[in-house]
Each structure stands twice: as C-alpha cells, then as structure tokens.
C-alpha cells in the first residue's frame, strides 16, 4: 500500500480464492491502488505467466518461508535468473532462521511470545490480546525500508538482491528493549493501570462521559497541570513524601494511587470541551481519547490528509490518506482496492507483449547511480544529521545508522536529549550506532556550526514543534537554499500545520486521537493505554521510508525534498482498518479483554496464560481432542463456524474451564503435537529478550560497555540484506563524545574548537548522561 500510494505500480498476485485479507475490514485500505490478478505459482499453466512478471518486475515482496519459497521456485536465486535486476523481500513470522522459521504464524502468538500480552494492561486481571495489527504493521514498513533501502544499493546499473524481515524482527523495532544489570530502576517508576503508566501520563473521565489523556513528560508539565487542575495544595500534601520526587517517577503504588485518584476527582468536576479550553491555554500536553471512526472528521486529520476512494462494492470510502508526505513528489490514493482477479487478463497480455518486444514495465533510474559496493551496508557513506529528542525522530537515525548511514546525533550542552536527560534506558537503544555531539544552537556560534554541518548532510532528521528549528536556524526553507539536494525530515506530534500544529504532543495523545486507546479497551467502553511506544516506533518507520524514497527520488531528479509525517499519522496507520468508512463499528477484543473470538485468544491455565489461535474447522476439531474435549466438535452449537460465533461467550467459558485443569507447559505440549498454533504468553519478556532461541538464532542482540553503566544488551538486526549487510551499531555516544572529530571534519581548528567549548557553545562528557 505504501509503495503504491507512493508511486510504485503493484500488482497483486492472489489464489484462485483470493488471499486471506480480503475477508479483513482492513483490506479495502490495505489494497487500494493495487491491480490485482488471480495466478497459481504451483499451477504449469500459470507458472509461465508469473515468470513473464518476475522478469519484469523491480520487486517481489511476498510471505513465504524459506521453505516454501523454494517450493514454489521463488526463492531469489531463482527469481534472479530470470531478472537480476530483481529485488526480492520476505516477511514471515519469526525469521529466516531458528526452531520456528518454518513454522505458520499468528500476530497474537508473535505478540504473546515476546511479551506484547503480558505488558498489556486491561481493566479485568491477567494479559491482554493487543487489539491492534501492531507488528504486521511494523514488519509492513520494515520491508518498505528494506525495498527501498536495496534499490537505492540497486541504483541504475546494479544487480537486485535478497531483504528479509518478519513480524518477530518488527516486536523489536516497535519498542527497542534494553538490558543492563545497573539499568533497573532508571527510568519512570511504571503503574499496571490500563489507563496509563502514571496520574499525569494516563486517560480520565471527564463529568460529561467523555475521557481525556495526559502526556506530561518533564516537571515543568506536571506544573502546569496541577495548576490547572487546581489540585495545588492536595499535591503538595502528597509531596512531603520523599517518594513523591517530580511527580513523574513515584515508586510505592500507595502513593501512586491517592495521586491517580486526586487527578480523577479533579477531572470528574467538568467536561472535556472546559477541561480542554484550560489545558490548552496552559500548554499543558492532553487529547481527547476519540473512537476510531471519529478520526475521519477531525480537522487536524483532514488537514494531514483524508482520502476518499470509489470502492467497486462498496461504493465512495473515506479512510486515512498517504502516512508519510513528500512535498516535492507527493504520494497519492489513486483508487480503491480491486475486485478478485479484475486486471488478470490485462496484466497477462501486457506480459505477453512485453515478453516478445523485450520491453519492461519503465526505464529505471537516468543512469546518476552505479548502485552500492557490495559487501557495504545498503546506505555507506550517506550522511545524516538528527536534531531530535525521546523516540521518534532517534529511532529513525538509529535505523538510517543501521542501514550504514553516518549519522550524527546533535543534542544541547546542557544535558541532551530529554530521554538522556531522564536517565531513560530506552536512549541507549535509540542511540545506538551514531556519533554524537553537543552544541548550543541557541548561540550564533552554535547556529554557525549546525549550518556548516548541514551542508555536508545528506538527510537532516528533526522532532521539535513546528517553528522550533527555524528559531534555531534550522529550518527547511533555510537550509534548502544553502543545500538544494538535501532532504530534510519533520517527525511532528499531530503535523506541521493545522489546527492542533503548536499543541505539545506525545505517543498516547496521538493514540487517543485515532482511536487507539478506545479500541484496545474494547468491551470496556474504557480506553486502555498501549504499554509500548507503538506509535512512536510506527512514526520512526514511516520517517525512515520516507527519507529513503526521497533519496531514490534525488537519484532520479538531482533534487531533495522535504518529508514530513506525525505521531497521529503513524496512530491512524496502526489503526486505519477500524477508521476507513465500513470497516465493522467496534472490532474489538472479547468482552474480558483477552481475544476476538473464543478459537483466538489468550487462557489462563493452572501455571500462567497461553494464546491459541486455531484458525480452520480441522484446527478446531485438532483442538478438541487435545482438550479431551471430542464431544464438543459434533456439539450443535459448536459444529460449524457460523454456530461457534454465534456461541462465543459459551465456547470461551467451556474452553477456560478446561484449560484451568493443566500446566501451560502441558497443554503447549499437547497442542504442538494436535497441530494447533498456540504460544506460551511471556511474562517479564523486555528484561530476558537476549536469552529468546529466535533471537539469538537471528543474530539479533548486540552487547557494548557502556561508561557507568556496565554491559548493556540491544536489539538489531531486523532487517537481512544478502548482498549488503547491515552491522551491529556502534555503542551508545557520550554526551558531545565526538564533538572534537566531527567539527574538524567541517574544517573548525583546534583553537576554534577549544575557545567554542570554552565559551559552552560546544561541550563533551566522559558518561553516557551529564551529573544531575
């Protein structure tokens, strides 16, 4: 969809039944723009005419294990036979490699093997189902990267290669876990309530119904917000706790709690359309927590795009508009998703034709590029400068640095990034693999040396509010007249115009807007917070595909470009198949927060929970004998599908009872061997990450010393090149560590840079964060 919206002409290639999704809400926004044909690779009469396509294509992107892909002759030394040209990405379950490689997968198993479950906090006890495609949709915009990534390497005149990621890899690139043995305890002190880690970082109920969330991250917020509240003196009170610290990081759950209850009493007083007024003349960071179909009439929303396509069933369907916007080479929805099979004939004759012309589908590239040197990473010596703080626009640097870029991390002297500033563990993570550098941009010598470096620059990333980097001299419409080949990333909470532009914004506020939170509370009626930084992590992801194919566009047209996404663009992609126009009212999680329906979702056993996810009438019948439970398939209210939906709430109550009699051990032993997907729901998963067989099977864990810290362990990896190897990123830079160097690699003297950091304009730390 993505590649689509941007440009690319995507043929889908489907069975004769058509492939799953289709029987998804989701499918009318995930396949629009696509021409779809009906072909059988396994099929002799149709496997000539799937060759024809192969030999002409730029890229394949398909599901297939390894296994599988070789079974169906589409795996990529094959395919590059026929085309070397060809760039060909796999995104499966777990990876390329390790015990479950081959092995068919669910997003709700994936979710509950590494952790997502467990840390997901509902409104009745144990795990949640995460409700949300969440890593199907990081996996999709990992293999976005990956594609682009390798037709940057491809350039004009080289040969394509193999990218493979999965949706295991995306559980990583969705959150970015962190071990250390010192690291316990840095970060905010976290609460298991589903409406929000802390009182001044959760949703409450306002007087009129209605719900709004908070998202203060620094003291000054919190400030801000008692003021607001009026809630002055009560906090005060619970202050002369030396446990009450800035009122961000209180640790005992008591008094954690009568601060929760203090902020609900005082939000109870009024509704939302006076607490809103108050807030936003306070600057206080909040949103509305909105159900997912309001997100289409919002006017921040229709600012960032809102797309209405002519479905052929379904008729005029408004749903988001392109995630990620290119201002020179704008993306756009050019049509709806198609019916079954619609372009089959059309696409086959094209082949035909082509096939005896020699023709391909378009000329590719104007002969600027070479490609990549193979055996580098896909993006050596391309040079990023990042002005960033927290997560979404590091993350993006950090995945550029793991595609090989250089990326340089610029942060302010006096203490860094926010999350440096914090003691977050998650800055390690998000700074892995860049140099780094501390410089004062608020001084005109600061400024000075920002420009230098962004004449240098091949891609500058930047998080701040909107009118913050011209402030500092940073700006676009500045620095395109010094560099007009650079591209130039804006990652904003709700977009860089419109009606909620100058509003601070963070993760769960982007969330609540889209509809996130009241989705995943489901039944509830309640919202839930999402326990991990999906739309964060979701927002890096569409930041870094955009950057990528504004590079590939500059190979074409010389020129750079301005990128630009948000945080609420990346919540309406996590949840675009509950807000497009006929998607089903509430496709929720079950009524007790544990899964859609009774064959898919999580159950509590005599030791911990497990999921089970049994998808076909054989996985069903394969279920009931593993449970001893064989009468159940010939129930009559069991039976057939359409019975079992319509006694769900039966069904689920038999099935806990009877998994409530064994061990999740047991019973994961058990139904392995009937055949029926399942997976152990992991308790604890972000503190043991490094231990996973998958993950070391991947290769996916990095170790550095860290000053003060000790041995730390991070995630990479998520992404396989075959010819083009990505590395493990360098360790986490010091605050300002590589000051020095890189200054004198925009021609500063020793002197200059010696009286710069004299004067504090520059600085460096030997520690990872400056002493508080």
Not at 10 to 16: M, Q
Not at 146 to 166: E, K, N
Not at 393 to 422: S, T, Y
Not at 711 to 727: A, C, G, I, N, Q
Request: with cysteine.
């Amino acid at each position: 969809m993505l590649l689509a919206d941007n440009g690319a002409r995507v043929i889908k290639v489907e069975p004769p039944g058509g492939t799953p999704e289709r029987s998804e809400p989701g499918h009318r926004v995930w396949d629009r723009g696509k021409e779809s044909i009906v072909l059988d690779p396994r099929d002799a009469a149709d496997r000539p005419k799937l060759e024809r396509l192969l030999a002409r294509a730029d890229v394949l992107l398909h599901g297939l294990t390894a296994a599988g892909a070789r079974a169906l002759g589409l795996d990529h030394d094959r395919c590059a036979q026929m085309n070397s040209r060809l760039v060909t990405c796999a995104v499966t379950g777990y990876g390329p490699d390790g015990p479950l490689s081959e092995r068919p997968w669910r997003e709700a198993l994936v979710s509950a093997r590494t952790g997502r479950a467990a840390g997901q906090y509902g409104w009745c006890p144990g795990p949640s189902h995460v409700a949300l495609p969440v890593l199907s949709v990081g996996a999709a915009l990992l293999a976005v990267q990956g594609v682009v990534a390798a037709l940057l390497a491809r350039g004009s005149g080289g040969r394509g290669q193999h990218v493979a990621t999965s949706v295991y890899a995306a559980a990583f690139a969705m959150s970015t876990p962190v071990v250390g043995g010192t690291l316990r305890g840095e970060g905010r002190a976290w609460s298991r309530r589903p409406q929000g880690p802390s009182p001044f970082y959760g949703a409450f109920a306002c007087a009129d119904g209605e719900w709004l969330h908070f998202g203060c991250i620094h003291p000054e917020f919190v400030r801000r917000a008692t003021e607001a509240l009026g809630i002055g003196e009560d906090v005060a009170e619970l202050a002369r706790d030396p446990e009450f610290g800035n009122g961000m990081r209180i640790r005992p759950e008591p008094l954690r709690e009568q601060l929760f209850e203090v902020v609900a009493r005082a939000v109870r007083r009024r509704p939302y359309a006076e607490w809103a007024r108050i807030l936003e003349a306070a600057d206080v960071p909040f949103a509305p927590v909105r159900q997912p179909h309001q997100y289409l009439d919002d006017p921040q929303a229709q600012v960032n795009g809102v797309a209405e396509v002519r479905d052929p069933d379904a008729g005029a369907v408004r749903q988001i508009g392109p995630p990620v916007r290119l201002l020179d080479t704008p993306g756009q929805v050019r049509a709806g998703a198609p019916r079954l099979g619609e372009h089959t004939h059309a696409v086959v004759e094209e082949g035909v034709r082509d096939a005896t012309s020699g023709a391909r589908w378009r000329a590719d590239g104007d002969g600027r590029s070479g490609g990549r040197v193979e055996g580098a990473p896909p993006l050596a010596g391309l040079r990023v400068l990042e002005i960033g703080s927290l997560i979404a626009g590091p993350m993006a640097g950090r995945f550029l640095a793991d595609l090989g870029a250089d990326v340089v991390k610029l942060e302010p002297p006096a203490g860094g990034d926010i999350a440096r500033q914090n003691r977050s563990p998650a800055f390690l993570p998000l700074s892995a693999g860049k140099r780094g550098i501390a410089v004062d941009l608020k001084r005109p010598e600061g400024r000075e040396v920002g420009r230098r470096l962004a004449r240098r620059a091949d891609v500058i990333i930047e998080n701040m509010r909107p009118g913050a980097a011209e402030r500092l001299g940073m700006g676009w419409d500045e620095l395109r007249a010094l560099h007009p080949r650079l591209v130039y990333c804006h990652v904003t909470a709700y977009g860089s115009r419109g009606p909620y532009a100058h509003r601070p914004g963070l993760d769960p506020l982007a969330g609540a807007l889209a509809g996130v939170e009241m989705r995943q509370g489901g039944a509830a009626g309640k919202p839930a917070y999402l326990h991990f930084a999906a739309v964060d992590h979701a927002a890096a992801l569409l930041a870094t595909g955009g950057i990528l194919m504004a590079l590939l566009a500059r190979e074409r047209t010389g020129r750079g470009q301005r990128v630009e996404t948000s945080l609420l663009d990346a919540a309406a992609l996590l949840n675009a198949d509950a807000i497009s126009d006929h998607a089903p009212s509430s496709p929720v999680p079950a009524r007790r927060q544990y899964g859609p329906h009774a064959l898919h979702r999580l159950y509590g056993t005599a030791t911990g929970w497990i999921c089970v996810a049994a998808g076909s009438d054989q996985q069903w019948r394969s279920l009931c004998g593993a449970l001893g439970l064989d009468e159940l398939a010939t129930d009559a209210r069991f039976a057939a599908a359409s019975a079992r939906a319509a006694n769900d709430e039966a069904l689920s109550a038999l099935l806990e009872c009877a998994f409530k009699e064994r061990t999740a051990e047991a019973w994961l032993a058990a139904l392995e061997a009937a055949g029926v997907p399942s997976a152990p729901v992991v308790e604890d998963y972000e503190d043991r990450f490094h231990l996973d067989p998958e993950v070391a099977a991947n290769d996916m864990v990095v170790e550095h010393e860290v000053a003060g810290l000790g041995t730390v362990r991070l995630p990479h990896r998520w992404l396989r090149f075959s010819m083009t190897p990505t590395r493990p990123p360098s360790r986490p830079p010091l605050l300002g560590e590589h000051t020095r160097a890189v200054l004198a690699e925009i021609d500063y003297a020793e002197a200059e840079i010696d009286a710069l950091r004299e004067r504090g304009v520059i600085a460096w730390e030997a520690a990872w964060v400056s002493a508080p």
